[in-house]
């Protein structure tokens, strides 16, 4: 007994059976990491300055210190700070440090300590701050033309960052209105800076505000002003000097449309100046489009006068617009509307701006626009219960082989047709569909799929449809459920007539025994792990290409019941009564389901590829 308790004792202290010691393991390398410059010339009480250096890596942790003398008193800041990127972090002040400090200037060593895990990095630089308890606010110039509801640019010295307190700009002076010479008097007061910083630290020689249509109006005109900025920091108040500008209230302008090609559905963004909505009491913005479309068919559609497009897009800001095109289709599937064909927009856009009473036309700016063939973007979620559900079949170990398996299916049975399924969201898009690949079914009734969308979408008029979640009207929860294909296991499920021996067959070894980390592709039982994963892969996919039909407006025509085909072989749109388990999973070579050629035409009327 004493003999095993100084056996555990040895093991503790590291100590080997034979009385030697165990090798220490060499130590890490140090990780590589340096600090380039500190981006500020004065700090505040608060200020939050920009660290710029290289090989800050995420998720680690950094230590900054700052070691030296101020006013020929010693210093030693421990500094907190949060990583931006690789190249940068953000270190801040705190008031609590900068306070004793006085005025004047800290010289000393900046270190920063980079922590990742057991590794470490240190990096050190020679720094020489000047130290501020205040600041007083210079404004050099302005911009010389500003638009309502858009950022103004000020030009000077000593605006405050948010974390030392706030500058605001206080404006007073005369407005011309052009045409008919109205006068209007400006006098604002505490208006906030609105600009925020790049990168989330802050220009001391900039400074921007909203120019707010309530002050003037939104007509063009001039304006006299003078302009002066107030810094309120942790306790203080400081008034710069008024100081005169000059500037031109102008209409709104187009900058920029991108991209230069889009299909329905696809955001297009608007830049420019002057926009208004939103959060614009009684404002809006829309876009007359002038020209002429040719579409690929060899149709020529001009717009002009009473047939000019307008556009009501959606504000983001006063520099931002966004829309979509959004055409709407008669019984056929036809529409005249911009979007429905492809082919080219070539014409003039011009900008139309509302407020309260006034309406304002900017210039109007030529554009050159390709406008793609219809496509439907469908993303394709899979849940968390997804991937816990696939225990069930022993492949949670081999999930990623399993969706891979899914996504090919979808993509095989749409090719040829404009659909394009991802696994990201579309942000490139405004109106998408959502697929979501779960675990058990919410609706309790063992559902393979169920589409919850409202109706059948003839020719897809909604690029938006959700296979997801709830649906409120009919309180079913979409989307493809994964362990609801168990009932396809003759032995579990023997009351099923869609179940079948050959389920059991391929799944009861990896369910038995269930795929570990490491095994596939190259442990023994591959080819069956291979089976199971194409088997489950084909189940899921085929039944996410039929639910995802049904979205587009399928089928065609209808035969066991309203959403279905007629029954017939190897049909995607068929009853699932009508599509056995072999059918399914593609078994043994058989070749995959496909398209009624009534729901195939359909389809490729809809969504041509070009």
Avoid at 46 to 63: P, V
Avoid at 333 to 345: I, N, P
Avoid at 401 to 417: F, K, P, S, W
Avoid at 481 to 507: G, K, T
Wanted: charged share 25%; glycine share 12%; with cysteine.
């Amino acid at each position: 007994m004493r003999w095993t308790a100084a056996l555990a004792l040895g093991v503790l202290l590291g100590c080997s059976d034979a009385g030697g010691t165990d090798e220490v393991p060499p130590p890490l390398p140090p990780l590589s990491v340096a600090v380039q410059s500190l981006d500020v010339e004065s700090v505040l009480p608060g200020t939050r300055a920009r660290l710029a250096g290289a090989g800050f890596l995420d998720g680690a942790q950094f230590e900054v210190t700052l070691k030296g003398t101020a006013g020929g008193n010693a210093v030693d800041l421990d500094l907190p700070a949060e990583r931006v990127d690789d190249a940068v972090l953000a270190v801040t002040f705190p008031p609590a440090m900068v306070g004793p400090l006085g005025e004047g200037t800290l010289e000393g060593t900046l270190r920063v300590v980079m922590t990742l895990g057991d590794a470490r990095g240190t990096a050190e630089s020679p720094v020489a701050i000047d130290v501020r308890q205040t600041l007083t606010p210079v404004v050099t110039d302005g911009a010389d033309a500003a638009f309502p509801a858009t950022p103004f640019e000020l030009r000077g010295s000593g605006f405050l960052d948010v974390s030392e307190g706030q500058s605001t700009v206080e404006i007073r002076g005369r407005f011309t209105r052009d045409g008919d010479g109205e006068a209007r008097t400006l006098n604002v007061g505490d208006v906030p800076a609105a600009r925020p910083p790049a990168d989330g630290l802050w220009a001391r020689d900039s400074l921007g505000f909203v120019f707010d249509p309530a002050w003037v109006g939104i007509s063009p005109g001039a304006l006299d002003l003078e302009v002066r900025v107030v810094n309120r920091g942790h306790g203080w108040l400081r008034e710069g000097e008024w100081r005169p500008v000059r500037v031109d209230l102008l209409a709104p302008v187009i900058e920029d449309v991108d991209p230069p090609a889009a299909s329905r559905g696809q955001r297009i963004t608007i830049s420019g100046q002057g926009f208004l909505g939103g959060d614009q009491d009684g404002g809006y913005t829309a876009l007359r489009l002038e020209g002429t479309f040719r579409a690929i068919d060899g149709d020529t559609v001009v717009l002009s006068g009473p047939t000019a497009l307008e556009v009501d897009p959606l504000r983001l800001d006063g520099r931002t617009l966004v829309f979509a095109m959004q055409p709407r289709y008669d019984a056929d599937c036809r529409s005249a509307d911009l979007g429905a064909r492809a082919g080219t927009f070539e014409g003039r856009v011009t900008p139309i701006v509302g407020w309260r009473t006034e309406t304002v036309e900017g210039d109007p700016s030529p554009m050159t626009f390709e406008i793609l063939p219809p496509k439907q973007v469908v993303w394709l979620r899979f849940l968390p219960a997804f991937t816990d559900s696939l225990r069930l079949f022993g492949l949670r170990d081999v999930s990623r082989e399993v969706e891979a398996r899914i996504l090919e299916v979808i993509r095989r049975d749409y090719a040829g047709i404009n659909v394009e399924v991802r696994l990201d969201d579309p942000l490139d898009f405004v109106d998408y569909s959502i697929v979501e690949i779960g675990g058990p079914d919410p609706n309790a009734q063992q559902l393979f799929g169920l589409d919850n969308t409202p109706g059948l979408d003839h020719c897809n008029q909604r690029l938006n449809d959700n296979l997801a979640g709830r649906n409120a009207d009919s309180e079913g929860f979409g989307g493809i459920f994964v362990e609801s294909f168990l009932q396809l296991s003759l032995s579990r499920h023997a009351e099923n007539p869609l179940a079948n021996a050959a389920f059991d067959e391929i799944f009861d070894g990896v369910i038995d025994e269930p795929v570990e980390p490491g095994e596939y592709p190259d442990g023994p039982r591959a080819a069956e792990i291979a089976r199971a994963i194409r088997t489950l892969g084909s189940l899921v996919g085929n039944t996410a290409t039929h639910e995802i039909g049904h979205s587009l407006g399928l089928p065609a025509v209808v035969g066991c019941g309203e959403y279905h085909n007629p029954p017939g072989d190897g049909q995607i749109m068929d009853c699932g009564q009508d599509r056995p388990f072999e059918e399914r999973a593609e078994l043994d070579g058989r070749s995959p389901a496909t398209w009624m050629p009534e729901d195939r035409t359909y389809l490729e009327r809809i969504l041509p590829v070009r």
